[in-house]
């Protein structure tokens, strides 16, 4: 049972966000728990380290998961994914950062580029609309 407001607006925020909101939430996430693992490291709390980025490898399994692979960008994307899994595998193992910084960029350019494109075509609907 939710009891806390936030978690109300959350929930409601997830319910009635559209396919490209709900990805650049995805991606807000990830990026927020990459940042915390890397303070985790930064302050050697390696218990916030692990935590965070298993949070981010739960996120980046649901952008593998839900990728359409009748799409030859998603068979590209599904490579970058696993890439970036790897890579926070690799910084959690060794509790380094450079790994995490590296994610990080990859998960921030591709938040812009859907960014983009879902700009771009909420402007086609409003036009054709």
Do not use: W
């Amino acid at each position: 049972m939710i009891t806390s407001p936030y978690d109300k607006y959350r929930q409601s925020s997830v319910k009635t966000s559209s396919p490209a909101q709900l990805l650049l939430m995805l991606y807000d996430g990830a990026i927020r728990f990459c940042k915390a693992a890397i303070e985790g490291v930064d302050s050697v709390d390696y218990t916030k380290v692990n935590t965070s980025l298993g949070k981010v490898q739960t996120i980046v399994t649901e952008l593998i998961t839900t990728l359409d692979r009748s799409y030859e960008v998603s068979n590209q994307l599904y490579s970058l994914y696993e890439y970036i899994n790897h890579l926070l595998i690799q910084a959690n193992i060794k509790k380094k950062k450079e790994p995490i910084e590296e994610a990080v960029g990859y998960l921030l350019e591709l938040r812009q580029t859907f960014a983009q494109a879902a700009a771009m075509t909420a402007g086609q609907d409003l036009q054709n609309g």
